[in-house]
């Protein structure tokens, strides 16, 4: 039950950041005034409703599953997790609503920019990490073959 639990909210959470990055990558490509401000709204709203929790579940049921467990892999993911956490509400979070104020009365100024940038390179950041959590997952629960779990 945990094991699902953590499996979908980890599946969440990284489909979230990897939606918001790519989509803000293209409408800032592409798009116009009025598309990346309705973006950099949908990502706070519902965007951040569904991906906080996620985080939260996907930790809460990792350590939650750790408990039982010990090894190389375990601590790495426990390692990678508060720099999940932190990057995510110490960066992640206060640039969403930043942006998203900035370009609801169209504001894309320097300001603008650097945010976006520092954004995209948290968002890059906690997409890595992620993954990495994910790849360690899998090693331990063999989905994707047993060649980690040597893990002592
Ligand atoms: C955002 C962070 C994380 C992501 C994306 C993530 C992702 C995953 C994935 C995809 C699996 C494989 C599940 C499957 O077999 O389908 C997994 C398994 C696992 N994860 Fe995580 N995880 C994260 C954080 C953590 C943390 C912080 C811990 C605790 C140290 C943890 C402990 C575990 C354990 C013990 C398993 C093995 C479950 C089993 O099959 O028995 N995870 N994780």
């Known amino acids: 039950m945990i094991t699902l639990l ?18 803000t990558i293209f409408v800032e490509l592409f798009g116009t005034a009025e598309s990346i401000a309705t973006v950099k709204s949908l ?17 809460g049921s ?22 999940i956490a932190a990057n995510g509400i110490l960066v992640l979070i206060p640039c969403a609503i930043f942006l998203d ?27 890595i990490l992620m993954g990495m959590n994910m790849r360690d997952g899998f090693r331990m629960s063999g989905r994707f073959g047993r060649s980690g779990l040597n893990n002592g």
């Not at 990502?43 to 930790?59: C, K």
């Open 62 to 83: 990792g350590f939650a599953l750790a408990k039982s467990r010990s090894g190389k892999l375990i601590r790495q993911k426990k390692t990678r997790m508060p720099f």
């Open 101 to 127: 104020q900035w370009a609801s009365v169209g504001v894309f100024d320097i300001k603008f920019y650097v945010v976006q940038a520092v954004e995209l390179l948290a968002g890059a950041t906690n997409l």
């Open 6 to 23: 953590h499996r979908i909210s980890a599946q969440i959470a990284i489909l979230c950041i990897a939606t918001f990055f790519t989509a």
């Open 43 to 59: 990502i706070l709203w519902p965007g951040l409703f569904i991906l906080i929790p996620a985080v939260v579940l996907t930790g």
